[in-house]
């Protein structure tokens, strides 16, 4: 008799023990983030790299919290949240992320429209319509056991990025050098990008992904209970979040420094400081960097996007699923879930839909960063208290190195919006 298989099982390889954290990770990359991290690498240079390597242990920090929250509980961040505080809480919480989500939405279907175009010719425009949806087919119709392995093979698309690098011409002593002593300048302008780039790297979707995919996977593997009521699974389920999320988040950090960098050692260095969107800095890299580093990029904003736009609209509909305690989950059929499914499609339709109005992509894909950037504040609050609570948590509320992380997150979050206003104001 064959044994169940678990998703924690020994026998598994790295690549198999990788999922939420890789994936989650990986999203993070998205062709809105491609787009900010190649305005702030095109417009300062050098000066913005050391971003990469303070986001990397904060996002650590919180993206461990959310999971954990998610393995031990058995619920997602909203329905975890609509228990234990005030509904208006809950409901502007995830009012602003459906915001956020869908201008991104927008954004990234829209950038791989453009990307496309760059590639093969045809219309932009019609390319975001068909990667709407395709991604909007794949959540509703692909069983999750067969969509997860998907999602997780398109993170491979972001090392297009570390082979972009390799291509030009980099002057590595110089770039240690800056991004370990950087010229940080005191602007309204620098402010608002620091604020964007932590917006787009430690985002509220990422947050909300993350628990409600550990939960999808507990409830996918057979054997597998929420880990308050099988305390006996915690070494290995923890052990595992704790090695998925450091490789998924570094893996994160990685590309997003890259993409800062081809733009800083290539358009900045050569005058072109003004960079708007992800499709753009591609076509601006072909006289600068060659056809192939053309190439490679203008196709890794199709893959990340791929990989992106889904995991956008599914943080948006569990979100929203759980606020109103609606069954959830991509592992249900439509029929089960309607609510989540609907979600889902008003989200990523309604994204693909503003891709044909007047409202500005550019403008609008910048301050949606903005927006997350400041969202993000009092949400990481909300699931630093809910991660100490033993009412919530039971023996396994967080605790040591990974409270202070998580904490000094929020901390940092918040004084760089701060920082933003205080600038703002002057």
Same mark, same amino acid.
């Not at 915001?99 to 791989?112: F, H, K, S």
């Not at 570094?250 to 960079?275: C, E, K, P, R, Y």
């Given at each position: !008799?064959?044994?169940?298989?678990?998703?924690?099982?020994?026998?598994?390889?790295?690549?198999?023990?990788?999922?939420?954290?890789?994936?989650?990770?990986?999203?993070?990359?998205?062709?809105?983030?491609?787009?900010?991290?190649?305005?702030?690498?095109?417009?300062?240079?050098? *000066?913005?790299?050391?971003?990469?390597?303070?986001?990397?242990?904060?996002?650590?920090?919180?993206?461990?919290?959310?999971?954990?929250?998610?393995?031990?509980?058995?619920?997602?961040?909203?329905?975890?949240?609509?228990?234990?505080?005030?509904?208006?809480?809950?409901?502007?919480?995830? *009012?602003?992320?459906?915001?956020?989500?869908?201008?991104?939405?927008?954004?990234?279907?829209? =950038?791989?429209?453009? +990307?496309?175009?760059?590639?093969?010719?045809?219309?932009?425009?019609?390319?975001?319509?068909?990667?709407?949806?395709?991604?909007?087919?794949?959540?509703?119709?692909?069983?999750?056991?067969?969509?997860?392995?998907?999602?997780?093979?398109?993170?491979?698309?972001?090392?297009?990025?570390?082979?972009?690098?390799?291509?030009?011409?980099?002057?590595?002593?110089?770039?240690?050098?800056?991004?370990?002593?950087?010229?940080?300048?005191?602007?309204? /302008?620098?402010?608002?990008?620091?604020?964007?780039?932590? *917006?787009?790297?430690?985002?509220?979707?990422?947050?909300?992904?993350?628990?409600?995919?550990?939960?999808?996977?507990?409830?996918?593997?057979?054997? /597998? /209970?929420?880990?308050? &009521?099988?305390? #006996?699974?915690?070494?290995?389920?923890?052990?595992?979040? &704790?090695?998925?999320?450091?490789?998924?988040?570094?893996?994160?950090?990685?590309?997003?420094?890259?993409?800062?960098?081809?733009?800083?050692?290539?358009?900045?260095?050569?005058?072109?400081?003004?960079?708007?969107?992800?499709?753009?800095?591609?076509?601006?890299?072909?006289?600068?960097?060659? #056809?192939?580093?053309?190439?490679?990029?203008?196709?890794?904003?199709?893959?990340?996007?791929?990989?992106?736009?889904?995991?956008?609209?599914?943080?948006?509909?569990?979100?929203? +699923? /759980?606020?109103?305690?609606?069954?959830?989950?991509?592992?249900?059929?439509?029929?089960?879930?309607?609510?989540?499914?609907?979600?889902?499609?008003?989200?990523?339709?309604?994204?693909?839909?503003?891709?044909?109005?007047?409202?500005?992509?550019?403008?609008?894909?910048?301050?949606?960063?903005?927006?997350?950037?400041?969202?993000?504040?009092?949400?990481?609050?909300?699931? !630093?208290?809910?991660?100490?609570?033993?009412?919530?948590?039971?023996?396994? =509320?967080? &605790?040591?190195?990974? &409270?202070?992380?998580?904490?000094? =997150?929020?901390?940092?979050? =918040?004084?760089?919006?701060?920082? !933003?206003?205080?600038?703002?104001?002057?």
């Amino acid at each position: !008799m064959n044994k169940p298989k678990t998703v924690l099982s020994e026998n598994q390889s790295i690549w198999e023990k990788l999922g939420p954290g890789l994936i989650t990770g990986a999203a993070d990359d998205d062709p809105s983030g491609i787009a900010t991290y190649s305005q702030v690498g095109s417009a300062f240079g050098y *000066g913005m790299l050391w971003t990469a390597f303070l986001t990397l242990p904060l996002m650590i920090g919180i993206q461990s919290v959310s999971a954990h929250i998610g393995r031990v509980t058995g619920d997602g961040l909203a329905a975890n949240i609509r228990r234990r505080y005030s509904p208006w809480l809950l409901h502007g919480l995830v *009012g602003l992320l459906l915001l956020a989500n869908t201008i991104n939405i927008a954004a990234d279907v829209g =950038a791989m429209g453009a +990307a496309l175009r760059l590639l093969v010719g045809g219309p932009a425009h019609w390319y975001a319509i068909a990667f709407g949806v395709l991604s909007l087919t794949l959540q509703v119709f692909v069983p999750f056991p067969r969509y997860a392995p998907l999602l997780k093979g398109l993170t491979l698309a972001l090392f297009a990025y570390v082979g972009t690098v390799f291509v030009v011409k980099v002057p590595w002593g110089d770039v240690l050098y800056r991004t370990i002593v950087p010229s940080v300048s005191f602007t309204m /302008e620098y402010a608002v990008g620091v604020v964007a780039v932590f *917006g787009t790297t430690i985002s509220p979707y990422l947050f909300f992904w993350q628990a409600s995919q550990e939960v999808e996977e507990q409830r996918a593997a057979k054997g /597998e /209970e929420p880990l308050k &009521k099988a305390p #006996e699974q915690a070494r290995r389920s923890l052990r595992r979040i &704790k090695n998925d999320t450091y490789v998924g988040m570094g893996f994160s950090n990685l590309i997003a420094f890259f993409i800062m960098l081809t733009a800083a050692v290539t358009l900045h260095q050569h005058g072109v400081t003004d960079i708007q969107t992800s499709s753009q800095a591609a076509q601006a890299l072909r006289p600068l960097a060659g #056809e192939f580093a053309f190439l490679l990029f203008a196709a890794g904003i199709v893959g990340s996007g791929l990989l992106a736009v889904p995991i956008l609209a599914g943080s948006a509909a569990y979100a929203a +699923a /759980e606020a109103f305690g609606w069954p959830i989950g991509l592992g249900r059929q439509l029929m089960q879930a309607r609510g989540f499914y609907a979600i889902v499609t008003v989200a990523t339709l309604l994204g693909v839909a503003l891709n044909f109005t007047p409202i500005d992509p550019i403008k609008a894909l910048f301050w949606s960063a903005v927006i997350n950037g400041v969202t993000a504040v009092p949400i990481m609050v909300v699931i !630093m208290f809910l991660s100490a609570r033993s009412d919530v948590m039971g023996r396994f =509320a967080v &605790k040591g190195r990974l &409270k202070v992380l998580g904490w000094l =997150a929020t901390a940092v979050m =918040a004084l760089a919006v701060l920082v !933003m206003v205080a600038t703002w104001v002057k």
